[in-house]
């Protein structure tokens, strides 16, 4: 599952028709696992159902790797993917730097629970008491509590990432300091400048000396003037069902490298979730100790499209109803989305890189919802009965809810949602468009579904207040403020737009 912002809210699979592609690659080998054949062929099937050109596939399983690439590098050359083709892995990223973080951790140049102004003297956030308080490990944990989307391009210079943190006095708190997950870009825009001023280096620079090279992650890098000779996928667009190169889709900002900038392949992934599995015969870049507390100990929890226990030092810690703890993230970028997780306690891992804007639909179907965790590790989400309530139990959560994000120009700019009951359940939408089905399946718990009532695999919840009253919808890991009134949003950005989010 792709655990970043994507499209906040994306309506049916359906709105992606079929599209023809290239040839995909030959089933698996007569000799694999009855199971990779099944994953090969749903993969080939969800790319040819949401015209995703290619994808690359990383898998651990049985005490064995394997590695291919389906489909092209891009519909105008018919080059075909490998193991070895680089993709943008989007947020993933930020777990790179959680990793590199660790680092500096354990050589005693930085603590995870003292202030940020410990390395950041100079560091202001729209709340000057939040800017007092807020430790290193509540950046990583998405517990700081400002606004998350915070995305300016502050241009190419070494001086883009400082300029960015600078710029955290516009970001408003939306919820008090270590109470409450809310998916949070900006902090690890935060996190990655302490990197640059602890090592005196680049954001990238120290990123790779501190976790790319080390691990021998020959095809990873974070600007895109360092591919030649490799093998690149081209990111698409979707233009009337069918998947079209959109070579402006390739420019990240390098503001937000530290956020989501690693380009990074197949095979890289693997060994780089091999590594945070504790598998020995790979590099030595954290004790075990350390390696297994960026697993544990989560701060806040709640949903990102799936429910999560919380997060520790940058990874998602999922629940299962047989127990074991799912460790997963994921990223997305215009045209390039993807996903990864891994069970320890099963020693499975698996990401899957795709270079289509309609990337999203396959790897909710892998990530999100529990086929790959069941095929591979004997593993389900926790379970959820949809149920129908009466309508003075959906009154209170009717209403028009907000999210805000600032963008690449630096404007602010809010995301808009009316929320209405509907035959026991809720109806998301704007712009009098319905965009979601929410049914509920406990308290303040619900399943994302189409209009239709056919299933999104994503789950949300509604997040109170001190009063007890609902306060939030937290929807992709966004908080959507909670307004008293309906057709509110009809004068504000619909939700469902697909941007360039992290």
């Known amino acids: 599952m792709s655990l970043t912002r994507r499209t906040v809210l994306k309506s049916a699979a359906a709105a992606v028709p079929v599209a023809a592609l290239s040839s995909l690659p030959a089933a698996a080998s007569t000799r694999e696992p009855a199971a990779i054949g099944r994953l090969a062929g749903k993969i080939e099937a969800g790319m040819a159902k949401y015209a995703i050109p290619g994808a690359g596939l990383g898998l651990w399983y049985r005490g064995r790797e394997y590695v291919r690439g389906f489909g092209v590098t891009s519909v105008d050359t018919n080059e075909p993917v490998s193991g070895d083709t680089v993709f943008r892995i989007g947020s993933t990223t930020k777990t790179f730097t959680a990793t590199a973080m660790m680092r500096l951790v354990e050589r005693g140049r930085v603590s995870l629970d003292r202030p940020v102004r410990a ?20 950046l990583l944990n998405h517990s700081a509590g400002w606004q998350g989307d915070y995305l300016q391009d502050y241009g190419e210079g070494d001086d883009a990432l400082a300029k960015y943190v600078a710029g955290m006095t516009k970001v408003p708190q939306l919820t008090p300091l270590g ?77 937000l490298q530290s956020i989501g900038g690693l380009i990074s392949s197949a095979r890289d992934q693997l060994r780089y979730a091999r590594y945070h599995l504790g598998h020995r015969g790979l590099p030595h870049l954290l004790s075990e100790r350390g390696r297994l507390a960026m697993q544990s100990h989560p701060g806040p929890g ?6 999560l226990n919380g997060v520790g030092v940058s990874w998602m810690l999922r ?11 994921g990223g997305d970028w215009s045209g390039q989305h993807s996903g990864f997780l891994f069970v320890p306690q099963r020693d499975f891992a698996i990401t899957l ?56 120009d630096g404007k602010p700019e809010n995301l808009g949602l009316d929320m209405t009951a509907d035959n026991g359940e809720l109806v998301a939408g704007a712009g009098g468009q319905p965009l979601l089905r929410l049914a509920f399946y406990r308290k303040d718990y619900v399943l994302a579904q189409n209009p239709d009532g056919t299933p999104t ?4 919840n509604f997040v109170r207040g001190a009063n007890g009253q609902v306060e939030w919808l937290r929807y992709g890991g966004r908080l959507f403020r909670h307004q008293a009134t309906t057709a509110g949003s009809r004068s504000l950005r619909p939700a469902n737009l697909t941007t360039r989010l992290l």
């Open 457 to 460: 695999h994503t789950r949300a």
């Open 119 to 138: 390395y950041l003297p100079d560091f202001r956030t729209a709340d000057p008491s939040v800017a007092a308080r807020v430790t290193v490990r509540q």
């Open 353 to 408: 890189l795709t270079n289509s804007e309609s990337g999203p639909l396959l790897l909710a179907e892998l990530f999100a919802d529990d086929w790959a965790l069941q095929e591979f590790a004997g593993l389900n989400n926790l379970p959820a009965v949809p149920r129908q309530l009466p309508p003075r139990r959906l009154a209170e959560y009717e209403g028009t809810y907000v999210s805000q994000q600032i963008g690449l």
């Open 319 to 329: 629940p299962t109803a047989q127990g074991p703890t799912v460790v997963q993230h």
């Open 179 to 255: 109470k409450v997950f809310a998916y949070n870009n900006a902090s690890l825009g935060v996190a990655g400048r302490i990197i640059e001023v602890v090592t005196g280096k680049p954001y990238e620079i120290a990123a790779r000396e501190l976790v790319v090279d080390p691990l021998g992650l020959d095809h990873s890098r974070f600007f895109r003037s360092e591919l030649g000779g490799f093998s690149v996928a081209a990111s698409h667009n979707i233009v009337d069902g069918k998947a079209v190169v959109e070579p402006s889709f390739d420019a990240l900002p390098r503001s």
């Open 302 to 307: 709640g949903t990102l499209f799936v429910e």
